[in-house]
T-cell receptor, first 114, second 111 residues
Framework: AQSVSQHNHHVILSEAASLELGCNYS??????LFWYVQYPGQHLQLLLK??????LVKGIKGFEAEFIKSKFSFNLRKPSVQWSDTAEYFC????????????FGAGTQVVVTP | SQTIHQWPATLVQPVGSPLSLECTVE??????LYWYRQAAGRGLQLLFY??????ISSEVPQNLSASRPQDRQFILSSKKLLLSDSGFYLC??????????FGNGTRLTVT
C-alpha cells in the first residue's frame, strides 16, 4: 500500500519569507499528486494538482509544486508568504488505477507571523 | 455549479447511541462519493467510497457503515457508537479523473 510522508508537522515563519513543504510518497506505479489547504475554520480546498506533463505545476495564490519522479517527491513552494497563508497543508497521492482513493499525509501546520 | 452539503456540523452523542451523518451533492450526476475521517497529526483516512447507488467499498474495518440510497446522497451510520468513533468526518465527491471536493465536515464527540 502507498504511504505519504510530510516532513514537517509545524512551520512558523515571517511574512515575505519563502516556504517549502516536503512531501514524499511510496508507490511503485503511476500516481496523481495533490496539495490541499485548510484555512482556519474552512473546509479543505484544492491548492494544486499534478496529473501529467510539466512536472512544475502552479496553483492558486502563488503556490507551485515540483514533481520529481526519481525522488518520489512533490514539494510545495511559495517564494514570499503572507499572513493569510496561515493554514494546514496536506499532500495527497492517488494511484491512477484506483481513482479517488487518496492517501493523505499527516499535514503541516503553517503559521505566518506579521 | 456543484455543491456539497454535510450535516450536522457538530454532534455530541453518548456511547452506545446510533449515528447518522448525511451528505448530499448538487449539480452533478453519478459522482464518486467518499467518507474520510480526519485525526489531528494523522491526516485524512479514507473510510468508505461509492461509485454508484448501493455500491459501497469499505477501506478499514470499524464500527461504522455507509449507504448510498440515492445517486447524490451518502450516509455514514453506526448502530452503537464507541468512544473511539470521536473525530472529524468529511464527505467528498469527485467526477472520474477529477480532484476531490470536500464538505465542511462534522465534528463528532462521543461521551
Amino acid at each position: 500500500a502507498q504511504s505519504v510522508s510530510q516532513h514537517n508537522h509545524h512551520v512558523i515563519l515571517s511574512e515575505a519569507a519563502s516556504l517549502e513543504l516536503g512531501c514524499n510518497y511510496s508507490y511503485g506505479g503511476t500516481v496523481n499528486l495533490f496539495w490541499y489547504v485548510q484555512y482556519p475554520g474552512q473546509h479543505l480546498q484544492l491548492l494544486l494538482k499534478y496529473f501529467s506533463g510539466d512536472p512544475l505545476v502552479k496553483g492558486i495564490k502563488g503556490f507551485e509544486a515540483e514533481f520529481i519522479k526519481s525522488k518520489f517527491s512533490f514539494n510545495l513552494r511559495k517564494p514570499s508568504v503572507q499572513w493569510s497563508d496561515t493554514a494546514e497543508y496536506f499532500c495527497a497521492v492517488n494511484p491512477t488505477d484506483s481513482w479517488g482513493k487518496l492517501q493523505f499525509g499527516a499535514g503541516t501546520q503553517v503559521v505566518v507571523t506579521p | 455549479s456543484q455543491t456539497i452539503h454535510q450535516w450536522p456540523a457538530t454532534l455530541v452523542q453518548p456511547v452506545g447511541s446510533p449515528l447518522s451523518l448525511e451528505c448530499t451533492v448538487e449539480g452533478t450526476s453519478n459522482p464518486n462519493l467518499y467518507w474520510y475521517r480526519q485525526a489531528a497529526g494523522r491526516g485524512l483516512q479514507l473510510l468508505f467510497y461509492s461509485v454508484g447507488i448501493g455500491q459501497i467499498s469499505s477501506e478499514v474495518p470499524q464500527n461504522l457503515s455507509a449507504s448510498r440510497p440515492q445517486d447524490r446522497q451518502f450516509i455514514l451510520s453506526s448502530k452503537k457508537l464507541l468512544l473511539s468513533d470521536s473525530g472529524f468526518y468529511l464527505c467528498a465527491w469527485s467526477a472520474e479523473g477529477s480532484p476531490l471536493h470536500f464538505g465542511n465536515g462534522t465534528r463528532l464527540t462521543v461521551t
